[in-house]
């Protein structure tokens, strides 16, 4: 049986749940009926910190139709220690608990839970319940925020301290060529279309389903049976279609403790959803300031790296990201000192939001040797050839696979990289400045324990089963994909479920591990059913396939033949009947093993890529177009070329947003996220969005995980806003260090000659 | 969101009689309304649909203008083939707004009605003194990028939203209304306020009125008019500053020039000193420099907005070339004109 050569993987095949979606029969959390429904309505706080002194819930209890409001004073009880509050992901700290005390936070914190028979109730009740704080000073100021810049001595296990080499001090000193600048990223919020929603279902023998919006559902099964001291058995996370999320459902959010809470306190099913302006009071990508100096020969190789960051968190938990190591990785140069640390700000914690870390560091990190390049007067491709790096330099480990150079030589020959003129401002097109821009992007490629059940029916049916998410990534397709090649079954004879905590196994949805790790397991799951088919087939009376193996065998079109005499064969049905059996039913969990473990240690596994801008700039009035975008993507093995290009493209469109447009603006004063709505908090839409190329580079590794697959949910971004922020120095000769790079940092306030 | 009474009436007179008692308010397209309700900022006990009144004719004038009713779509406003061809610039203003969703729904009243986008005014926990008058401006002194630049006042820098109010401005449109004391007309400009010390006001409508239509006049500036509008996206995103523009040009020189600026003030803005210093000028970068500079005479920023008046001086210097040179913004090509 020889996998690579079969039709699923590697297929451009339409999404299999798209159907479901554009019919409107895809149910999201907020979207599952169920009788006698208790609808709850969040209040949130008006200050960012202090205390709740009173809260007057007279008027709203008198309105008919309200149930029961839920505060502090009057919840039942939860676990009292921080441990047990703590979900998969969380960082170290003290998570935030609602409604635990009378403690407030930050600004939006839920302070009450109003319960009423119909949504309008509850909403207008909501609108009644008055609280009056007693106020305690505050900080969200993130500039004023750098006085209280720590490092926690308890890291978040996902956190790898920078590893220095060299001398970066001394190098930069006598460096002939330098550059120091400093960035700073505004606040983002996730902003997923669906917004964060709970149908908690009382199943009135003491258990609980929950239809959640989550990346995890075994996650959320497991914080909530550590809240409320449940087993987790009796509780059962269903989340099998989510609009969205980019990292904002990694976590459980309040929503679901508070409708969980509130289920357990009426015996009933309880349905939660925030508005959009609770949206903003959750997690968000943290501000971060980012401070680059590069010194160089004046040939342009690189030999010293000073890369320091800071990024926010709230008070009550450390949030940490991996930003300054991907420009030490990833270049070719023998200083470099990295540092790190965070600030507290008094917001909800800041938490993992696409390409958390990389796609602020490397951003930041490429946009400072765009910088470097014009330093030293060297074309800013030509630059990074110089200064490519085969291995992990901060690591000093080889890479499983680096097709980096083969990006950049793809996505350069697909721009026209070579028809740029050096000099900024040199490229002009009617009134318009033209400005090309490159950069790197890079991310991990990362592998997850991930089981998957398998069931294959005698009708030729086959049922694939996984505790995973589909967040509108595509793993409801990569998933039937996986079984399909492993089977030779036609997608449409495979059923996956996912989206259920009672499945096997699996962990959240993110780090772009989902593909590789699930599809593994499917794989994993199939080769098993195969044996055991082929077993069964070889005990048949004068079995056409004799004693052959598994790898000299091949299936496809619901048989089994011989790879060297296809005529020589016979039906899986026929098989299973001769067997006198129903259905092959299988689990299976795919891990690295001592190999992988070996390797893991040995050597480096990540995806790269190389980006290439094009913006059109209306200097007088700073209008910015960004008229074409070139992606090339060295991932590994791509499933599905359709889907993943798919992820590419949003992760190119969010990178425009981080360059151009998103930013969640506080007023310090009431310390609190201002535009919040999608009127005012704004993505790019589509007249923002020109030309969008996406190219996978050949990056075969059969060593990087099991399928050699690689993830593509998070690369995308990863490097898109600061090949557009390169793009507009060298339309204008300006350099702007702070994104987003709206009108007003463009445009030259001066009168015009 | 409050509970409310909601009433359809079919008739004018039924309609203006459902909406006299205290918190009474006529929905239309709703696409502010409904939000603003939403969000606990308006709470209306009575809500009277007017989708049922007819009033969404457009119709020919006696000697060469055009009525367009009050509950006429913005888009069939937009599209209709005697906007596009006697008005261009207000279907260019229009089209600039908003999204063709919003823009099917949202009806000519109710765009000169809606209310602004300030994140204070929207937001119940901070001071606003349109929301709740005499609780202060939290955008002084705030977060106010988007705020006004002109005609702000101690009590209130929002700014009025609209894109297809500016060109109303400019072609000096008259608004019809009816109420319990009978109809009357109001010119444009006397339509919106400014907000002194009274900024729940933002217009000069009498309680329980309503509009009917919009009249244009029997002018043609459909060879030299702009409508530009710049913002923090290409699309789908309210003004930080725009500009209409009209001219009458005579030759190479400008016999008669109107001009206002969306984005900036509590209302369209218009100076008539302005436009009054471009008649009889050439068409020149001096000439609507020094335009510019009238029209901003006593521009104020806030900090946040500074940068607005320089950016709508260069938008009002580009918009007045655009004009001349009869070449108007596109509104589908972002590329500016």
């Known amino acids: 049986m020889n996998v690579m050569q079969n039709v699923g993987i590697g297929s451009a095949i339409n999404r299999v749940d798209g159907l479901q979606k554009v019919t409107g029969q895809a149910r999201y959390a907020a979207e599952h009926p169920v009788p006698g429904l208790v609808y709850g309505v969040i209040v949130s706080g008006a200050v960012p910190k202090g205390r709740i002194l009173a809260l007057d819930e007279a008027e709203a209890r008198a309105v008919p139709g309200v149930i029961e409001i839920l505060t502090h004073k009057n919840r039942p009880h939860i676990a009292w220690f921080d441990h047990s509050h703590k979900d998969m992901v969380a960082p170290p700290g003290s998570p935030f608990k609602a409604l635990y005390d009378d403690r407030i936070h930050f600004s939006g914190q839920p302070i009450a839970l109003v319960l009423a028979e119909s949504f309008e109730v509850a909403r207008h009740a909501a609108s009644l319940v008055r609280a009056s704080y007693e106020v305690e000073p505050h900080n969200t100021d993130f500039h004023k925020a750098q006085a209280e810049r720590f490092m926690p001595s308890k890291k978040r296990d996902s956190f790898q301290p920078p590893k220095n080499r060299g001398d970066a001090g001394a190098a930069y000193e006598a460096a002939p060529v330098k550059v120091s600048a400093d960035f700073h990223l505004a606040t983002e919020h996730h902003n997923p279309m669906e917004m964060h929603a709970s149908t908690v279902i009382w199943e009135g023998d003491g258990g609980i389903t929950v239809f959640d919006k989550t990346q995890g559902p075994q996650n959320v099964r497991d914080y909530l049976a550590g809240v409320f001291n449940m087993s987790a058995k009796n509780i059962r996370v269903m989340n099998p279609y989510v609009g969205g999320a980019f990292g904002s459902g990694l976590r459980p959010q309040y929503q679901v403790y508070l409708a969980v809470m509130a289920a357990r306190m009426l015996r009933r099913s309880v349905r939660v959803v925030m508005t959009r302006q609770q949206m903003f009071t959750h997690g968000h990508r943290p501000e971060a300031l980012q401070s680059v100096q590069l010194g160089a020969e004046r040939d342009g190789r690189l030999t010293a790296i000073r890369n320091s960051a800071t990024t926010s968190t709230s008070r009550y938990e450390n949030n940490m990201e991996n930003v300054v190591n991907w420009g030490m990785m990833n270049y070719a140069c023998e200083n470099a000192a990295g540092e790190y640390a965070i600030a507290p700000v008094d917001t909800a914690t800041s938490s993992d939001m696409r390409a958390p870390g990389a796609a602020t560091g490397m951003t930041f990190f490429e946009m400072a040797v765009d910088e470097m390049a014009h330093a030293a007067g060297i074309d800013p491709l030509e630059f990074r050839i110089r200064n490519y790096s085969e291995i992990d330099q901060m690591n000093g480990t080889p890479f499983t696979s680096k097709a980096l150079r083969e990006a950049y030589a793809e996505g350069a020959a697909a721009f026209g990289w070579s028809r740029r003129s050096q000099a900024p401002r040199s490229m002009k097109e009617g009134r318009e400045l033209v400005g090309w821009g490159v950069a790197t992007g890079m991310w991990d490629a990362m592998f997850s324990k991930t089981s998957a059940s398998a069931r294959l029916t005698a009708n030729g049916h086959l049922e694939v089963a996984s ?112 067997a006198g059996m129903d259905a092959i039913e299988v689990q299976e969990t795919a891990s690295g093993g001592i190999s992988g473990m070996i390797s893991q240690m040995r050597k480096s596994r990540n995806t790269h890529s190389a980006i290439f801008a094009e913006v059109r700039v209306d200097e007088e009035l700073g209008v910015i177009r960004v008229t074409r975008i070139v992606n090339a993507v060295a991932a590994g093995r791509i499933i599905n070329p359709k889907t993943a290009r798919s992820q590419i493209l949003g992760g190119v469109v969010m990178g425009i947003g981080m360059a151009m447009h998103e930013e969640s603006m506080a007023d310090h004063r009431y310390g609190r996220f201002m535009n919040h709505n999608y009127a005012e908090y704004h993505v790019p839409v589509n007249a923002d969005i020109g030309d969008i190329q996406v190219i996978f580079v050949d990056e075969p590794d059969p060593e990087v995980t099991p399928l050699g697959v690689k993830g593509v949910g998070e690369i995308g971004i990863v490097g898109t806003a600061a090949a557009v922020a390169n793009a507009i120095f060298h339309a204008t000769g300006k350099r702007v260090r702070s994104l987003p790079i709206t009108i007003d940092k463009v445009f030259d306030a001066n009168p015009l000659p | 969101m409050n509970p409310f009474s909601f009433t359809r009436p079919t008739t004018v007179p039924d309609a203006l009689r459902a909406v006299v008692r205290p918190g009474g308010r006529f929905l239309a397209g709703g696409t502010n309304l409904i939000d603003l309700m939403k969000e606990n900022v308006e709470r209306p006990s009575a809500l009277v649909d007017i989708n049922r009144l007819g009033l969404d004719a457009i119709e020919d004038l006696p000697g060469g203008g055009l009525r367009l009713g009050a509950l006429a779509t913005n888009a069939d406003t937009a599209r209709d083939a005697r906007v596009a061809k006697r008005y261009p610039l207000l279907a260019s203003a229009i089209l600039a707004g908003a999204s063709p969703q919003l823009r099917n729904a949202a009806t000519n009243g109710g765009n000169l009605n809606q209310r602004t986008r300030c994140y204070y005014f929207y937001d119940n926990t901070t001071a606003c003194n349109k929301r709740n008058p005499g609780t202060g401006c939290g955008a002084i002194g705030g977060v106010n990028r988007i705020h006004a630049i002109l005609g702000a006042s101690a009590s209130c820098i929002a700014t009025h939203p609209s894109d297809m109010c500016v060109a109303l401005a400019v072609l000096n449109a008259t608004i019809r209304v009816t109420g319990p004391q009978g109809e009357r007309e109001i010119p444009f400009g006397e339509y919106h306020r400014l907000p002194g010390d009274t900024p729940q006001r933002d217009n000069t409508l009498h309680p329980g009125e309503l509009v009917t239509a919009i009249d244009l006049p029997a002018e043609d500036f459909s060879a030299h008019h702009t409508y530009l509008k710049l913002r923090d996206r290409l699309s789908y995103a309210f003004a930080l500053v725009s500009v209409a523009v009209a001219l009458r040009m005579e030759g190479d020189r400008i016999a008669e020039a109107r001009i206002a600026l969306g984005g900036v003030a509590h209302k369209p803005w218009r100076v008539p000193d302005a436009e009054q210093a471009l008649a009889g000028q050439p068409a020149s970068a001096e000439s609507f420099a020094r335009a510019a500079d009238l029209l901003l005479r006593g521009a104020q920023g806030q900090g946040h907005n500074d940068f607005k008046i320089g950016l709508a001086h260069r938008a009002i210097r580009r918009a007045l070339r655009q004009a001349a040179a009869g070449t108007p913004q596109s509104q589908t090509d972002k590329r500016v004109a």
Do not use: H
């Open chain 1, 467 to 578: 505790a995973a998410s589909d967040i509108g990534t595509g793993t409801y397709t990569v998933m039937a994909q996986a079984a399909a090649d492993t089977l030779g079954l036609p997608v449409e004879q495979i059923t996956v479920r996912l989206g259920d905590s009672t499945l096997p196994t699996a962990p959240v949805e993110g780090g772009s591990w989902m593909a590789a790790s699930v599809g593994a397991a499917v794989q994993l799951a199939c080769r098993s059913v195969a044996e055991k088919l082929l077993k069964a087939a070889e005990k048949m009376e004068n079995s056409p396939l004799g004693s052959a193996s598994l790898d000299e065998v091949r299936f496809a079109g619901g048989r089994i033949s011989l790879r060297d005499d296809p005529a020589r064969g016979v039906a899986i049905a026929e098989i299973m009947r001769a």
